[in-house]
């Protein structure tokens, strides 16, 4: 009996809870334009369905020709589906001009495509800023906050972007514009799946001085590593994403960081906070498992 009624308690501490960190969508979509990159698939595909289905008039940008046709068949007439290459400036510009003939206030840019963050914010923000409270939302990632090995590159591009969209926050103060960054760990993405299979195509493209120093079986057991990572192995519903970026969105009071699913919050931040020398002896011996990279015993031998 006891245990029932603590276990009553607690599923109502936890829903009390739910409903302060995501209160139910209190903006009015009507007359509301939001612009979303990156809607191929995954995060940006999944959120420009769920704002069409509520009534905000969508701008949502495809990398690939033939996602145009595939995602307008999700969408209602409302929406705007165009192809967006933002690594070019002339599509960023053709999208702005797209997006400016239809409103003069945009209520939200979400930067969900992995580049083109900052491009994208310059040239949107006269728009944002034209009426108060309106948003820019980051998708970014866990690593943000701690660095894992073989992701330096991605790892530090998300870090930029962190303190990027800080600074643009403290900026943006006056305005009235809220900034908020996503930072899921691994979920069930399309691109998650595919980075786990393409050890071929990454050995064929490396430099052969990269090769001699590494070896073939480093790298080969680096990608098996990956792949058999328990984040990985037990990549969370990307549909928690989503949910969180509609929040972003939707809400009056959007959260600074979002860490949706259970990876982020309970797995990843707790253990970034723990002393630099633990986080690293961790590392250390989850990697105690592989050979040294090829180019190590050549020191020996030099």
Same mark, same amino acid.
């Given at each position: 009996?006891?245990? @029932?009624?603590?276990?009553?308690? @607690?599923?109502?501490?936890?829903?009390?809870?739910?409903?302060?960190?995501?209160?139910?969508?209190?903006?009015?979509?009507?007359?509301?334009?939001?612009?979303?990159?990156?809607?191929?698939?995954?995060?940006?595909?999944? &959120?420009?369905?769920?704002?069409?289905? +509520?009534?905000?008039? *969508?701008?949502?940008?495809?990398?690939?020709?033939?996602?145009?046709?595939?995602?307008?068949?999700? &969408? %209602?007439?409302?929406?705007?589906?165009?192809?967006?290459?933002?690594?070019?400036?002339? /599509?960023?510009?053709?999208?702005?001009?797209?997006?400016?003939?239809?409103?003069?206030?945009?209520?939200?840019?979400?930067?969900?495509?992995?580049?083109?963050?900052?491009?994208?914010?310059?040239?949107?923000?006269? &728009?944002?800023?034209?009426?108060?409270?309106?948003?820019?939302?980051?998708?970014?990632?866990?690593?943000?906050?701690?660095?894992?090995?073989? %992701?330096?590159?991605?790892?530090?591009?998300?870090?930029?972007?962190? %303190?990027?969209?800080?600074?643009?926050?403290?900026?943006? *103060?006056?305005?009235?514009?809220?900034?908020? *960054?996503?930072? $899921?760990?691994?979920?069930?993405?399309?691109?998650?799946?595919?980075?786990?299979?393409?050890?071929?195509?990454?050995?064929?493209?490396?430099? %052969?001085?990269?090769?001699?120093?590494?070896?073939?079986?480093?790298?080969?057991?680096?990608?098996?590593?990956?792949?058999?990572?328990?984040?990985?192995?037990?990549?969370? /519903?990307?549909?928690?994403?989503?949910?969180?970026?509609?929040?972003?969105?939707?809400?009056?009071?959007?959260?600074?960081?979002?860490?949706?699913?259970? +990876?982020? $919050?309970?797995?990843?931040?707790? @253990?970034?906070? &723990? $002393?630099?020398?633990?986080?690293?002896?961790?590392?250390? *011996?989850?990697?105690?498992?592989?050979?040294?990279?090829?180019?190590?015993?050549? +020191?020996?031998?030099?």
């Amino acid at each position: 009996m006891y245990l @029932l009624i603590c276990f009553v308690i @607690l599923l109502s501490i936890f829903y009390i809870l739910y409903r302060h960190f995501f209160p139910t969508p209190n903006i009015d979509p009507n007359d509301k334009y939001v612009l979303i990159s990156g809607c191929d698939t995954g995060f940006g595909n999944g &959120l420009a369905i769920e704002l069409d289905k +509520q009534g905000f008039n *969508v701008f949502a940008g495809v990398y690939n020709s033939e996602s145009v046709a595939s995602l307008k068949e999700k &969408l %209602s007439s409302k929406a705007t589906v165009f192809r967006l290459d933002i690594t070019k400036k002339e /599509d960023i510009d053709a999208t702005f001009e797209l997006v400016n003939n239809k409103t003069k206030v945009l209520h939200a840019l979400v930067n969900n495509a992995g580049i083109g963050h900052v491009a994208m914010t310059k040239k949107f923000l006269p &728009l944002l800023i034209a009426k108060r409270d309106s948003r820019i939302v980051y998708t970014s990632s866990a690593v943000d906050y701690i660095g894992f090995p073989s %992701s330096s590159a991605y790892c530090a591009f998300k870090c930029a972007l962190e %303190s990027f969209s800080d600074c643009l926050r403290r900026e943006m *103060v006056p305005w009235g514009l809220h900034v908020s *960054v996503i930072e $899921p760990g691994a979920m069930k993405t399309p691109i998650i799946e595919a980075s786990c299979g393409l050890f071929e195509d990454f050995w064929s493209k490396l430099p %052969s001085d990269v090769k001699e120093r590494w070896g073939e079986e480093y790298i080969r057991t680096e990608f098996h590593i990956i792949k058999e990572s328990p984040l990985f192995k037990f990549a969370e /519903d990307s549909m928690k994403v989503v949910r969180a970026l509609q929040h972003a969105v939707m809400n009056k009071s959007p959260h600074i960081r979002y860490r949706p699913g259970w +990876q982020s $919050p309970f797995i990843l931040y707790p @253990l970034s906070n &723990l $002393p630099t020398c633990i986080i690293d002896w961790l590392f250390n *011996v989850l990697n105690k498992s592989r050979d040294d990279p090829k180019g190590v015993y050549q +020191q020996f031998k030099d």
